[in-house]
């Protein structure tokens, strides 16, 4: 059974930056594709960002790339999204995720980490 932590969400000023963190335990990190999911007030919760195992491969919704950059370190089993240039419409919970590099579908989810932009 994974566990996942999020940290680092808070209320910032548009076109500032903030970066969340997800600190996994309790599986062999390195057997996950980690990802990035957040939720908008009233709104269904969406994919933003995700890494393969070995960081190689990297994803972005549209309405992140370019803005966002997920990354990971192995060694301290975490995930990290690095959030530049954020707009009011960047406010939702966001949720770290993981599963098995040969799964399909998210197993493994954070309990989120709020994130406030104000304009």
């Known amino acids: 059974q994974v566990q996942l932590v999020e940290s680092g969400g808070g209320l910032v000023q548009a076109g500032t930056s903030l970066r969340l963190s997800c600190a996994a335990s309790?599986?062999?990190?390195?057997?996950?594709?980690m990802g990035w999911f957040r939720q908008a007030p009233g709104r269904e919760r969406e994919f933003a960002a995700a890494?393969?195992?070995?960081?190689?491969?990297?994803y972005y919704s549209d309405s992140v790339k370019g803005r966002f950059t997920i990354s990971r370190d192995n060694a301290k089993n975490t995930v990290y999204l690095q959030m530049n240039s954020l707009k009011p419409e960047d406010t939702a919970v966001y949720y770290c995720?993981?599963?098995?590099?040969?799964?399909?579908?998210?197993?493994?989810w954070g309990q989120g980490t709020q994130v406030t932009v104000s304009s």
């Open positions: 309790g599986g062999t990190f390195m057997r996950y594709t």
């Open positions: 995720a993981a599963k098995r590099n040969y799964v399909a579908t998210y197993e493994y």
């Open positions: 890494i393969d195992w070995s960081a190689d491969k990297t």
